[in-house]
């Protein structure tokens, strides 16, 4: 179905600048990565590929991320592209407590082209089946820029943020492809010591079509494997399941995801993803001068 939504990766657990930009200050660590997602259809296939950068500076409690998504199908049907570029600012309240702002903007093009519709209920905004001739309708052609606004805080291993997204400042084309919308996110984080063992994540999301909600649960291993298994409903009548593996080395981390839906259009989706962590500080530490007493 082609509407006003995002792609959803199985990896958006890893790669959790993509579900809200403040998650960039979160563990003062800058990153670097890409993922590519395959779906195959009885029609064709979509690929799309993700990548980012992000870096966070603890002695000025700021960050950056760099998005980059990729879209394109086969016949296509669909093609598109989004780049985010956003600003991050660390708030600590306490030594558990953060508060973690962000602004961005996003330039995207979404392009359909009807003609190469084979099931043409895929796209509703041009009216019912049969009551339109798809074959010849111009592509869609939208070309817009949009301002994000996004909140973090975190207490301990438990965060909780929300985004909105592409409230937009500039747009050439139809309104109905502009993925603008709310975003929320929550999730905890399990530590035995300094070693993660679990992790949970609730991703929400609602745009103007479409609400989609996203559970993950990650099982840490050991040091170098992890798995996850993440569930993804959209408006309630379509399921997606799927499975990651993780495997480290060093910065390095290496993911596979397999998945499948079965309603209401059968498909399987893969995905592979390559991310690596440098940069790591602590965040900075105040100093206070001691008075120097002679004896």
């Known amino acids: 179905m082609v509407k006003a939504q995002d792609i959803n990766f199985s990896q958006s657990y890893y790669f959790k600048e993509?579900?809200?930009?403040?998650?960039?200050?979160?563990?003062?660590?800058?990153?670097?990565?890409?993922?590519?997602r395959s779906i195959a259809l009885g029609f064709g296939g979509i690929n799309t590929v993700r990548a980012g950068l992000s870096g966070f500076y603890p002695n000025i409690n700021s960050g950056f991320a760099l998005?980059?998504?990729?879209?394109?199908?086969?016949?296509?049907?669909?093609n598109g592209?989004?780049?985010?570029?956003?600003?991050?600012?660390?708030?600590?309240?306490?030594?558990?407590l953060r508060i973690i702002p962000s602004v961005g903007i996003d330039y995207s093009q979404r392009i359909i082209n009807p003609g190469h519709i084979v099931f043409p209920s895929m796209i509703d905004q041009w009216g019912s089946v049969g009551s339109?001739?798809?074959?010849?309708?111009?592509?869609?052609?939208?070309?817009?820029?949009?301002?994000?606004l996004s909140l973090l805080a975190a207490l301990g291993g438990f965060y909780m943020g929300a985004m909105v997204k592409n409230v937009v400042i500039y747009q050439l084309g139809g309104n109905s492809?502009?993925?603008?919308?709310?975003?929320?996110?929550?999730g905890y984080d399990y530590f035995?010591?300094?070693?993660?063992?679990?992790?949970?994540?609730?991703?929400?999301k609602k745009t103007q079509q479409v609400v989609e909600s996203n559970i993950s649960f990650?099982?840490?291993?050991?040091?170098?494997?992890?798995?996850?298994?993440?569930?993804?409903?959209?408006n309630l009548n379509g399921v997606i399941a799927s499975f990651t593996g993780v495997y480290r080395k060093g910065r390095f981390d290496w993911l596979f995801s397999y998945g499948f839906s079965a309603s209401p259009i059968a498909f399987s989706v893969y995905e592979v993803g390559g991310?690596?962590?440098?940069?790591?500080?602590?965040?900075a530490q105040k100093t206070i001068n001691c008075p120097a007493y002679q004896f």
Request: hydrophobic letters at 40%; proline letters at 3%; charged letters at 20%.
């Open 218 to 234: 990650s099982w840490f291993l050991s040091k170098n494997f992890s798995l996850s298994a993440a569930v993804q409903g959209i």
């Open 18 to 36: 993509f579900i809200n930009p403040s998650f960039v200050g979160l563990d003062n660590c800058s990153h670097i990565g890409v993922n590519e």
């Open 177 to 186: 492809l502009i993925n603008k919308g709310l975003s929320f996110v929550m």
């Open 275 to 283: 991310r690596y962590k440098f940069n790591c500080k602590k965040s």
């Open 67 to 78: 998005l980059l998504n990729n879209e394109k199908h086969p016949d296509n049907i669909i």
């Open 81 to 96: 592209f989004t780049l985010r570029l956003a600003y991050v600012y660390k708030i600590k309240i306490s030594d558990k």
């Open 192 to 204: 035995s010591g300094s070693v993660k063992k679990y992790s949970f994540i609730l991703n929400v």
């Open 132 to 148: 339109v001739n798809y074959s010849s309708l111009p592509d869609r052609n939208l070309r817009y820029m949009g301002l994000d």
